[in-house]
């Protein structure tokens, strides 16, 4: 669908002012990714949904620093070198955003080649990565539990189980968007779409799992405390 069609992607048509393009393509990306794919223009420019993807980056680290200066649970109360580190991240949080744009990108399109026939250009791929990015909102607006030194102090365990069982949800429909977006991009069965996203998140995790084990086998046999 090209932009100015009627029902294109808000984010890809010149006739919607921002910041309501931005405001909804994420709601229509996070709540009916299906329909949503379904109207994106995967012919078009790249530099939209690259944009797209770099000021969710900006947003994310915005809500983020605002947590810390001004977090419910004394976050506030890290020393200065916290931080500067904060204010580092901040800057750079784009930056390597596009580094996981072009990494996952990569592996995702790699098994998008290997399992979907009728697939399009590595643009589809990041396409999809791009506007599914925005589902990570839902937690970066959430006063987090979490801080350079581990657990921040004060938090109450209601919400920190409340506060877990949303990022799961998150991350768990966050697949589902991917799945959504590579079916529609690459032309393919849900099933394959599946596999493409999901076997790479599985091989990571077995990787880890494994490397894990061997430092754990290694500090058991030097004899150095855990």
Not at 83 to 91: I, M, S
Not at 196 to 215: D, E, H, M, R
């Amino acid at each position: 669908m090209k932009p100015g069609d009627p029902g294109a992607v808000a984010w890809e048509d010149s006739a919607v002012p921002f910041p309501a393009n931005l405001g909804v393509t994420w709601w229509d990306c996070l709540v009916s990714p299906d329909l949503f794919f379904d109207r994106v223009d995967w012919e078009g420019s790249f530099a939209r949904p690259l944009l797209y993807y770099l000021l969710l980056a900006v947003l994310g680290g915005l809500l983020s620093l605002f947590w810390f200066l001004w977090g419910p649970w004394g976050a506030t109360s890290e020393p200065g070198l916290a931080a500067e580190r904060k204010a580092l991240g901040f800057f750079l949080g784009p930056f390597l955003m596009l580094v996981a744009l072009v990494v996952g990108s990569a592996i995702m399109h790699l098994f998008s080649v290997l399992l979907a026939p009728a697939h399009r250009g590595i643009r589809a791929t990041a396409t999809v990565i791009c506007y599914a990015a925005g589902v990570g909102l839902l937690t970066s607006a959430l006063p987090p539990v979490f801080a350079s030194g581990g657990l921040i102090p004060g938090v109450p365990g209601g919400y920190l189980v409340l506060y877990a069982s949303l990022a799961f949800a998150v991350q768990i429909w966050h697949l589902f968007i991917l799945v959504m977006g590579v079916r529609r991009a690459h032309s393919t069965s849900t099933a394959r779409a599946a596999t493409i996203v999901l076997l790479p998140v599985a091989i990571a995790i077995s990787l880890a799992v494994s490397l894990l084990l061997v430092a754990v086998a290694l500090i058991s046999m030097s004899g150095i405390p855990a």
